[in-house]
């Protein structure tokens, strides 16, 4: 496994090895080690989540003030536009945003560290979307920045007509949102 910094250097884009013939592929997906190895980070996964939606729908950006979660992140179908937001008060990247194609074809995954929100945007035509946590959901902590927000300035792939769930729509701006220290 191999991992990249992105412009915010605690994301990070994680590249395993991939073996391919005729017949198909393998990869480790997660390997405690391989990971620490590539990263520095000796993480504790508590949960996994899958979800799968239709092109153009936009989940978040979602993140939980408190009991904040890591997440390490990836696609087995499709493809999306995966989007993390330092909210970090005293980072010097502070209200600024990457963005990373993830997708089943590349086999690309992010690492999301606790302290940002994260969103991502489905381009193919379907995808399926999994990710590990470092802490377990809290709906009573849960928040959620608008995706459109000008302060963000996100630029987004929109090549579909955009779906968002009744929570997203109703996302808080940026200079309103609860923040870490």
């Known amino acids: 496994m191999q991992a990249r910094p992105t412009a915010i250097p605690d994301v990070l884009v994680l ?3 991939v073996f391919g013939d005729a017949r198909g592929f ?4 997660y390997n405690r080690r391989a990971f620490a190895q590539a990263t520095g980070l000796d993480i504790d996964f508590v949960q996994d989540n899958h979800s799968a939606s239709a092109q153009g729908v936009l989940r978040g950006l979602h993140y939980q003030i408190q009991q904040s979660q890591g997440k390490l992140v990836r696609v087995v179908a499709g493809e999306v ?7 970090r008060k005293k980072s010097p990247t502070f209200g600024q945003w990457v963005g990373e194609i993830l997708s089943a074809e590349n086999k690309r ?3 999301v560290p606790e302290g940002f929100a994260h ?4 381009l193919s035509e379907r995808a399926e979307f999994l990710y590990k946590t470092t802490r377990y959901y809290a709906p ?3 928040r959620c920045i608008r995706w459109d927000d000008p302060a963000l300035a996100i630029r987004w792939p929109l090549k579909a007509a955009l779906q968002l769930s009744a929570k997203d729509a109703q996302g808080v701006s940026f200079s309103d949102a609860e923040v870490f220290a």
Request: proline share 4%; hydrophobic share 55%.
């Open 119 to 122: 969103g991502f945007l489905v």
């Open 140 to 142: 009573e902590h849960e």
């Open 26 to 29: 393998f990869f480790e997906s």
């Open 15 to 17: 590249e395993p090895k």
């Open 81 to 87: 536009f995966d989007v993390a937001v330092d909210l």
């Open 109 to 111: 995954m992010l690492w």
